[in-house]
């Protein structure tokens, strides 16, 4: 090989090694702080509903030292949302929970509904990034965390707990029959403790889980479930252009991995791309941190339009 070849190489080798040192820099040091508020309207209540606006935040991830996301969340309540839905993932450490309940305090004085995920009930640990491709069954559990702290915290404000349990609540004149399960990452979800046709009468039927696991979401569209609500996925956290997440990090194929689709004849599904990451994993890319505020709307009569939007993507929230 020449020296002008081997040249050419290093040079190739050196320019490869930069860029992905600037791509990993960019993944954590901006993306993963650059939090958005996505709007999507769902054409999913009963028809002749009036619209609802609905907050939707996952994957919290909260240390208490991220000063960063937690003024952010406290801006979320500009949105004036008319229901808030918390699909688990809230903790990273174990003394966050004050974190936590401090930024979410506004949100708290709104109707609400949650279910907790595994990093609620487990703190984070150390794991290798392949296993979520080559071993994504395998479980790691960190330290146990305070989730009855955070649990009282939720439910003392008018949160509702719906981990395994079918509630009814009105919002804004509107009649929500939903129900929930805990984390089927887990493996703790019990369906059959909430199983059974969901109530005809509501104007909104609504399922909660943390992870969007297939088996899952199958029983809540066969139970007629109008809406179900997930996280868990994180987007995929690290995302190609034009191919999307590499990984779901459960059952649900990559192209549901955040975002609204329709799940079998019936069912909307909206899967968050949640807000933080693993203290073990801070990066994102091309999946920018995030909560949704959704526009539900009623269906036109004969059947839910196929029409899901997806709105405008706001870099922060104007308090107002």
């Given amino acids: 090989m020449s020296a002008h070849s081997t040249t050419i190489l290093k040079n190739s080798a050196a320019a490869s090694a930069g860029a992905l040192v600037a791509g990993i820099g960019y993944a954590a040091m ?3 702080n650059a939090f958005v508020v996505r709007e999507v309207t769902m054409p999913v209540l009963a028809p002749g509903s009036s619209p609802l606006k609905v907050l939707h935040i996952s994957d919290i991830h909260m240390r208490p030292g991220q000063r960063r996301k937690q003024a952010w969340l406290r801006e979320l309540v500009a949105l004036e949302p008319d229901l808030v839905i918390n699909t688990g993932d809230n903790l990273a450490h174990p003394k966050a929970v004050p974190a936590v309940v401090q930024s979410l305090s506004e949100l708290l004085s709104i109707p609400g509904l949650f279910v907790f995920g595994s990093n609620d009930y487990f703190g984070p640990t150390p794991k290798n990034p ?17 989730w009855q702290d955070l649990r009282a915290a939720f439910t003392e404000r008018g949160w509702l707990d719906l981990t395994h349990t079918r509630r009814e609540l009105e919002v804004r004149g509107q009649l929500i029959a939903a129900a929930g399960v805990d984390d089927p990452h887990l493996s703790r979800d019990r369906y059959e403790t909430v199983a059974g046709p969901a109530s005809p009468a509501a104007n909104l039927t609504l399922g909660l889980t943390h992870s ?9 569209a066969a139970d007629g479930y109008q809406l179900v609500m997930a996280g868990h996925t994180h987007g995929g956290q690290l995302c190609l ?5 590499l990984v779901t990090n459960c059952g649900l194929d990559r192209s549901r ?3 609204p689709s329709r799940w079998g004849a019936h069912t909307l599904l909206h899967v968050s791309a949640g807000i933080g990451t693993s203290p073990y994993a801070p990066l994102r890319f091309c999946c920018r941190p995030e909560a949704t505020l959704l526009t539900l709307v009623a269906a036109p009569i004969g059947g839910q ?3 899901v939007r997806a709105g405008t993507s706001h870099p922060s929230v104007a308090v107002r």
């Fill in 241 to 245: 252009p034009f191919y999307g997440a």
């Fill in 305 to 307: 339009d196929a029409d």
């Fill in 130 to 146: 392949l296993n979520y491709i080559t071993r994504p069954g395998h479980r790691v559990h960190g330290e146990p965390l305070p």
């Fill in 257 to 259: 991995a955040k975002g």
């Fill in 212 to 220: 969007p696991e297939p088996r899952v979401l199958d029983r809540f």
């Fill in 30 to 32: 901006i993306e993963r």
